[in-house]
């Protein structure tokens, strides 16, 4: 019901906070797992949680014990259970205009899910749309890329891609 907000995983090792722009941008190299805030605030912590590294998904550890980050197969059967991809975005967003941007379209948030606009921070480290998309990783790579599910004020579309496993996204954790 809310996006991790965990500055260690599971093994209770620390993950890399990265607030350089520079670092950031440099960590595919290493492949290292990294989170920061949206724009290294804390305050959007208590929103929005953390933004993620694929890197830190692809350890296994990133969710609590008993729980895990959906793999592309399981956001599709959330996706089809909620009606499909046009219609389920909005089934899984928040209603009204208090974080997401009017004029946040289909908006009825019926699962529960909560989905709310926490941005991205982008392969050069910049950090974009807060209040615009919310973009959750999957666990499932996609050649040198990484799935990911997308939400957008626009419509009530759950939107479907891969990206640059270097990105930071928001992470939602199922029970196993």
Not at 17 to 27: E, F, K, M, P
Request: net charge negative; glycine share 14%.
């Amino acid at each position: 019901m809310e996006n991790l907000k965990t500055t260690k995983y599971n093994d209770n090792i620390g993950i890399l906070n990265v607030t350089d722009a520079t670092q950031w941008s440099g960590l595919d190299v290493s492949q290292t797992g990294a989170w920061c805030y949206y724009d290294n605030l804390s305050s959007s912590n208590s929103t929005y949680g953390k933004l993620y590294n694929w890197y830190a998904v692809n350890t296994g550890k990133l969710c609590p014990t008993g729980w895990h980050v959906p793999s592309d197969t399981e956001w599709t059967t959330l996706k089809d259970y909620l009606g499909g991809a046009g219609i389920a975005g909005g089934k899984m967003k928040e209603t009204g205009t208090i974080h997401w941007n009017s004029p946040n379209t289909g908006a009825t948030n019926e699962s529960g899910f909560t989905g709310l606009p926490g941005g991205t921070r982008d392969n050069n480290g910049t950090f974009n749309v807060l209040g615009y998309v919310g973009d959750w990783w999957s666990s499932t790579e996609s050649g040198a890329n990484a799935w990911f599910r997308n939400l957008s004020y626009l419509n009530g579309i759950v939107g479907r891609s891969d990206v640059g496993e270097r990105w930071g996204f928001s992470v939602r954790c199922l029970r196993d």
